[in-house]
């Protein structure tokens, strides 16, 4: 049966936005940059996951994926050093201090530049294994070598554009005055449970890696 490109296209963003809205490492990263330093962090850390989209798409649009066919230790080293990184993020959201988050204390600590903020944003994404999973799906089932250029673009135009605006949204709405003064009252305990859960994400992802 005959798919036309605006059909691959509905079913690709359809299940993309899916994927994105579902939980995960971008999710924990964003609420907990947004409870611990406010919207603004929030929104320049999902400006850095929507780029960060931007990798996946080359490799599975654009040929990378023949690398990864032809040279599988690189699909190690991104796993691995994802494990690492989320094994990090989470270490250090657990050993937060109450005063990041805690609204008895007037002084928030420094979320570091936009550039830091987004930077972290980037390698948050980059480093996830469910983008790195779905995209792996994408290139294997969906994008074959006779889809169209534009296609590939428009597609990957709309994963980045879509992504960085649902977490922009995430952290504006977490980030509202009275939500975040709610929400922060929990912050000490929000922190150890993002942290648990991107612990238990990076060493699933070794364990995984080593079993099979």
């Not at 135009?157 to 939500?179: C, E, K, Q, Y």
């Not at 709610?182 to 080593?210: C, E, N, P, Q, V």
Request: some cysteine; overall charge positive.
């Amino acid at each position: 049966m005959l798919v036309t490109p605006f059909a691959l296209f509905l079913t690709v963003a359809t299940a993309h936005l899916l994927c994105v809205m579902s939980p995960g490492p971008d999710l924990a990263m964003i609420t907990r940059q947004t409870l611990a330093y406010g919207r603004s962090a929030g929104i320049w850390t999902a400006l850095g996951i929507g780029s960060g989209i931007s990798f996946h798409v080359a490799w599975a649009m654009f040929g990378m994926g023949w690398m990864i066919e032809h040279f599988p230790m690189l699909l190690d080293v991104l796993r691995y050093g994802g494990a690492l990184f989320l094994i990090y993020m989470g270490s250090q959201a657990i050993r937060a201090k109450a005063s990041v988050t805690d609204s008895s204390n007037d002084q928030r600590a420094e979320p570091g530049s936009a550039a830091h903020l987004y930077g972290i944003g980037v390698l948050t994404n980059v480093l996830n294994p469910k983008a790195m999973l779905f995209f792996m799906a994408l290139c294997s089932a969906v994008i074959t070598a006779d889809t169209p250029v534009w296609l590939r673009l428009s597609l990957g135009l709309w994963m980045v554009v879509s992504t960085a605006a649902w977490f922009s949204m995430v952290s504006i709405t977490l980030g509202h005055p009275r939500v975040r003064q709610r929400l922060i009252k929990y912050g000490y305990l929000i922190d150890r449970a993002m942290g648990a859960i991107l612990l238990a994400l990076g060493i699933g992802m070794i364990l995984s890696g080593l079993l099979h």
